[in-house]
């Protein structure tokens, strides 16, 4: 590991001494509202310390320590003293990478979520039996990877069964769906249909469309789906919220979202119908309305609830549907290298353009050619436009080239990765590139011991937001089953201090927030979740069960 302190580092270092001035100054006479005692508490302090004793008052923390006089100190008559009784406690999981809304509808809409092809139709069929024909059919999930014949589906299939209802189902990764005739119909997707910059149209052997869109090629369909309305919507959010807090996640990045539901959160987090705090990144495009409205970018809005304050971009698409662009081919498609999105100077007219917005850039960049780009393009920005505390991010940086890691430290760019994604994709990822580029595939450890650090997540829906399925990747690149024994490229795991790192304090400075939370310290948020197990010195296969017992925002939201 290189021993130079990274910028990275200095910045979290400066925040730990302005928490530890905080403690020091805390004044002993004032009360608090709730005491947790008997805790076996992780700080994530910048010396990683242990407390038993969180003092909150309002909805920040007070004091938090081992002194066990400070109780009668900063209790009052009207104190409520909570018993932990030993139970471990972290910070709130700050969750850096998922879909907010998207999350939501896909816990209210039909259950397909890596089920086998079979149970999929039958869904379909049930599904429309409750509607009238023309209404449209939608859902996500599904993967061929893990069907017995691991092939793309047909729209010959959804036919079967949903002749007169357009039918369209998401893969899993988002970047192709599943659709049936009536659904090319009403799109207009004929055989005479070119491919879309940065998409594909699947064929069969005759040229017909075969009921598979790729990436850009999708918006044909998904265009013509009626938008839900503004009830539904919030219902989205809502069900969105309710899951986050089950897990303890207590703050989340949502990546790519329109004007429009900015509009919704505002109203939503101002009536107090949300709880997790949300850190918004608008879909490229999106940021040209909301500045037309007089906005800016801007954090904590509603005591912290809810920031806008970056751009989603992306230069390709996923490993699972091929659509991920790399410098070589592809091992089982030769001659195919993925769909990059846009040009260099497509893309940096666009970063250029957010960069004097003064938005944070956050860009989808899987492949190592996608990768490559990314940087490429941000370090011409920068260099043209010096910001010193940008914090510009690439999410996922799956594939990577060895040169690029380098330049991503060097640059003061954030890897945000997504643990559980490399055990989701190891059953197929050595078939797409081959043995030598998955030595530098989701390589967390890389990225750790060159001086970076790592927001963690689980780009739900794509994965299940369950938090502790991500840390038990972290630390094992195992699956749920435990295989493969002693992990899949073991050499890149994180450590548990990491992986805890990854869900708090590295999340929060990827959002400009680690002042405020992301770790336990006198003045921050009360933000923090207790546990059913210690999941920093349990065996490894109990991490994968871990339960949130009580989920703690400013005060109790979950328990």
């Given at each position: 590991?290189?021993?130079?302190?990274?910028?990275f580092?200095k910045?979290?270092?400066?925040?730990?001494?302005?928490?530890?001035?905080?403690?020091?100054?805390?004044?002993?006479?004032?009360?608090?509202?709730?005491?947790?005692?008997?805790?076996?508490v992780y700080?994530?302090?910048?010396?990683?310390?242990?407390?038993?004793?969180?003092?909150?008052?309002?909805?920040?923390?007070?004091y938090?320590?081992?002194?066990?006089e400070?109780?009668?100190?900063?209790?009052?008559?009207?104190?409520q003293?909570?018993?932990?009784?030993?139970?471990?406690?972290?910070?709130?999981?700050?969750?850096s990478h998922?879909?907010?809304?998207?999350?939501?509808?896909?816990l209210?809409?039909?259950d397909?979520?890596?089920?086998?092809?079979?149970?999929?139709?039958?869904?379909?069929?049930a599904?429309?039996?409750?509607?009238q024909p023309?209404?449209?059919?939608?859902?996500?999930?599904?993967?061929?990877?893990v069907?017995?014949?691991?092939?793309?589906?047909?729209?010959?299939?959804?036919?079967?069964?949903?002749?007169?209802?357009?039918?369209?189902?998401s893969?899993?990764?988002g970047?192709?769906?599943?659709?049936?005739?009536?659904?090319?119909?009403?799109?207009?997707i004929?055989?005479?249909?070119?491919?879309?910059?940065g998409?594909e149209?699947i064929?069969?052997?005759?040229?017909?469309?075969?009921?598979?869109?790729?990436?850009?090629?999708?918006?044909?369909?998904s265009?013509?789906i009626?938008?839900?309305?503004?009830e539904?919507?919030?219902?989205?959010?809502?069900?969105?919220?309710?899951?986050?807090?089950?897990?303890?996640?207590?703050?989340?990045?949502?990546?790519?979202t329109?004007?429009?539901?900015?509009?919704?959160?505002?109203?939503?987090?101002?009536?107090?119908l949300?709880?997790?705090?949300?850190y918004e990144l608008?879909?490229?495009?999106?940021?040209?309305?909301?500045?037309?409205?007089?906005?800016?970018?801007?954090?904590?809005l509603?005591?912290g609830?809810?920031?806008?304050?970056?751009v989603?971009?992306?230069?390709?698409?996923?490993?699972?549907?091929?659509?991920a662009?790399?410098?070589?081919?592809?091992?089982?498609?030769?001659?195919?290298?993925?769909?990059?999105?846009?040009?260099?100077?497509?893309?940096?007219s666009l970063?250029?353009?957010?960069?004097?917005?003064?938005?944070?850039?956050?860009?989808h960049?899987?492949?190592?050619?996608?990768?490559?780009?990314?940087?490429?393009v941000?370090?011409r920005?920068?260099?043209?436009n010096?910001?010193?505390?940008?914090?510009?991010?690439?999410e996922?940086?799956?594939?990577?080239?060895?040169?690029?890691?380098d330049?991503?430290?060097?640059?003061?760019?954030?890897?945000?990765?997504?643990?559980?994604?490399?055990?989701?994709?190891?059953?197929?990822?050595e078939?797409?590139?081959?043995?030598?580029?998955?030595?530098?595939?989701y390589?967390?450890?890389?990225?750790?011991?060159k001086?970076?650090?790592?927001?963690?997540?689980?780009?739900?829906?794509v994965?299940?937001?369950?938090?502790?399925h991500?840390?038990?990747?972290?630390?094992?690149?195992?699956?749920?089953q435990?295989?493969?024994?002693?992990?899949?490229?073991?050499?890149?795991k994180?450590?548990?201090?990491?992986?805890?790192k990854?869900?708090?304090?590295?999340?929060?400075?990827?959002?400009?927030?680690?002042?405020?939370?992301?770790?336990?310290?006198t003045?921050?948020?009360?933000?923090?979740v207790?546990l059913?197990?210690d999941i920093?010195?349990?065996?490894?296969?109990?991490?994968?069960?871990?339960?949130?017992?009580?989920t703690?925002?400013?005060?109790?939201?979950?328990?």
């Amino acid at each position: 590991m290189k021993s130079r302190i990274t910028f990275f580092n200095k910045i979290i270092e400066m925040c730990c001494i302005t928490a530890i001035i905080a403690i020091s100054c805390s004044p002993a006479t004032e009360k608090a509202d709730k005491i947790f005692t008997n805790g076996n508490v992780y700080t994530v302090d910048k010396n990683f310390s242990k407390a038993s004793i969180i003092a909150v008052r309002g909805d920040k923390i007070l004091y938090v320590g081992n002194d066990a006089e400070m109780v009668d100190k900063l209790k009052s008559a009207d104190t409520q003293i909570i018993d932990l009784k030993g139970q471990t406690v972290v910070p709130g999981i700050i969750e850096s990478h998922l879909h907010y809304m998207d999350l939501g509808e896909s816990l209210l809409a039909i259950d397909i979520y890596e089920k086998p092809k079979a149970e999929i139709l039958k869904a379909v069929a049930a599904e429309v039996a409750k509607l009238q024909p023309g209404e449209w059919i939608t859902g996500s999930g599904w993967s061929h990877e893990v069907w017995d014949v691991a092939e793309w589906p047909r729209k010959e299939e959804l036919d079967a069964v949903a002749p007169n209802n357009p039918v369209c189902l998401s893969r899993k990764d988002g970047h192709s769906v599943w659709v049936n005739s009536k659904a090319l119909e009403i799109a207009g997707i004929t055989a005479a249909t070119p491919d879309p910059q940065g998409g594909e149209i699947i064929r069969t052997a005759s040229g017909e469309p075969s009921g598979i869109l790729t990436d850009t090629a999708i918006d044909g369909v998904s265009s013509k789906i009626p938008e839900p309305s503004a009830e539904r919507k919030l219902a989205y959010y809502q069900r969105a919220d309710e899951e986050a807090l089950h897990y303890g996640i207590t703050s989340l990045m949502d990546a790519g979202t329109s004007y429009e539901n900015i509009k919704m959160l505002k109203d939503a987090y101002s009536r107090g119908l949300l709880h997790v705090r949300a850190y918004e990144l608008l879909s490229i495009g999106e940021d040209i309305p909301y500045l037309a409205d007089g906005n800016k970018p801007v954090l904590d809005l509603y005591d912290g609830k809810l920031s806008v304050n970056g751009v989603k971009f992306f230069t390709d698409g996923s490993l699972g549907s091929r659509s991920a662009w790399f410098l070589d081919d592809y091992n089982d498609r030769p001659g195919h290298k993925g769909n990059p999105r846009m040009t260099d100077d497509e893309f940096y007219s666009l970063v250029k353009r957010v960069r004097e917005e003064g938005f944070q850039a956050s860009t989808h960049a899987i492949g190592d050619a996608a990768v490559r780009q990314t940087i490429n393009v941000y370090e011409r920005v920068l260099s043209e436009n010096p910001q010193a505390d940008h914090r510009y991010r690439i999410e996922h940086f799956q594939n990577v080239h060895p040169d690029d890691f380098d330049r991503l430290i060097d640059n003061g760019i954030i890897a945000s990765m997504q643990t559980v994604h490399a055990t989701s994709d190891m059953p197929f990822a050595e078939t797409r590139i081959g043995s030598e580029r998955a030595n530098y595939a989701y390589a967390w450890r890389t990225v750790i011991d060159k001086g970076g650090v790592i927001p963690n997540g689980s780009d739900a829906p794509v994965e299940y937001v369950n938090p502790y399925h991500g840390f038990y990747a972290a630390v094992t690149r195992c699956n749920q089953q435990g295989q493969p024994a002693g992990g899949w490229y073991p050499q890149l795991k994180m450590t548990r201090e990491e992986a805890l790192k990854s869900f708090t304090i590295w999340g929060a400075y990827a959002m400009f927030s680690e002042n405020v939370k992301g770790s336990i310290e006198t003045g921050k948020y009360a933000d923090f979740v207790v546990l059913d197990r210690d999941i920093m010195s349990c065996l490894d296969k109990d991490i994968i069960d871990t339960k949130a017992l009580m989920t703690v925002l400013g005060g109790i939201v979950y328990e």
